[in-house]
């Protein structure tokens, strides 16, 4: 009882808080349906709230828009970054890899390329509280166009962001889908979003996570999963349906 007891208190000293009056209209303002617009296939103006360092060398980069926005789209679809880079307008498209069930954001993930101008670029110059103009959302491959009872997902490094779009829609909807999701990966410091891959796979039956790592980290991770190259026996292996 003890330890149920102290959230209820903690929850309720947040609730009783007095929030300042600049906190007040923001959260007014996201509750408010007659002030919240809704994203559609165009130019708009979102700033950078979050990095997250999900790898060595990728990084997911986290927008909203300064008024309130509801980011609709159909996971799996890209955007297209409009960037100032040295003087030039540069332009340059990310799968979006969160997904529309978290409506007030969006997120790109970007694996660092050696002498890839825009990607070191994001790594080196994009901050929480930079502002940047984006266009789309569009795409033909997704989940929604394309909805199936069974899904089998391939991926390799960071080619997975459209289909964690997809997989994050699947589990936050309670999509009544079999799906097996195989990821290949160099080392396992190279696996991307593998906590959270592992927690979504590990509450739903239905849904079945392979790994594949070439070979074992220089970190001395050692791997216990599949190991080498896909190949046509490990698949069937995973997925013999």
């Known amino acids: 009882m003890r330890s149920m007891t102290r959230p209820r208190a903690a929850f309720g000293a947040w609730v009783n ?3 300042p009056a600049s906190e007040t209209a923001m959260v007014t303002n996201f509750l408010n349906p007659v002030t919240t617009q809704t994203w559609a296939n165009g130019r708009h103006v979102v700033r950078c709230v979050k990095v997250i360092q999900e790898t060595w060398d990728v990084r997911t980069f986290c927008f909203m828009a300064e008024q309130p926005v509801m980011f609709f789209f159909k ?3 890209f955007v297209t970054l409009e960037l100032e880079i040295d003087g030039e307008c540069v332009f340059r498209s990310y799968t979006i890899a969160s997904s529309p069930s978290v409506p007030y954001s969006f997120s790109i993930t970007v694996k660092r390329v050696p002498g890839g101008r825009v990607s070191n670029w994001l790594h080196d110059q994009m901050d929480v509280g930079h502002e940047l103009a984006v266009h789309g959302p569009v795409g033909d ?3 929604i166009d394309h909805a199936a009872d069974k899904v089998l997902m ?3 490094g960071v080619g997975i962001t459209p289909l964690m779009s997809m997989t994050r829609w699947f589990f936050d909807t309670n999509a009544a889908v079999d799906l097996a999701f195989i990821h290949c990966a160099r080392t396992p410091r190279d696996i991307i979003f593998h906590r959270e891959l592992e ?3 590990s509450r739903i039956p239905e849904f079945k996570l392979h790994i594949v790592c070439e070979r074992d980290s220089e970190l001395n991770q050692a791997w216990s999963g599949f190991r ?3 190949s046509e026996p490990m698949l069937e292996l995973m997925a013999p349906d």
Request: proline share 6%; with cysteine; charged share 10%.
């Open 228 to 230: 080498g190259f896909l």
């Open 141 to 143: 491959f997704n989940c």
């Open 75 to 77: 996971p799996g679809q």
């Open 17 to 19: 808080r007095r929030l």
């Open 199 to 201: 927690h979504i796979f």
């Open 154 to 156: 391939l991926s390799g």
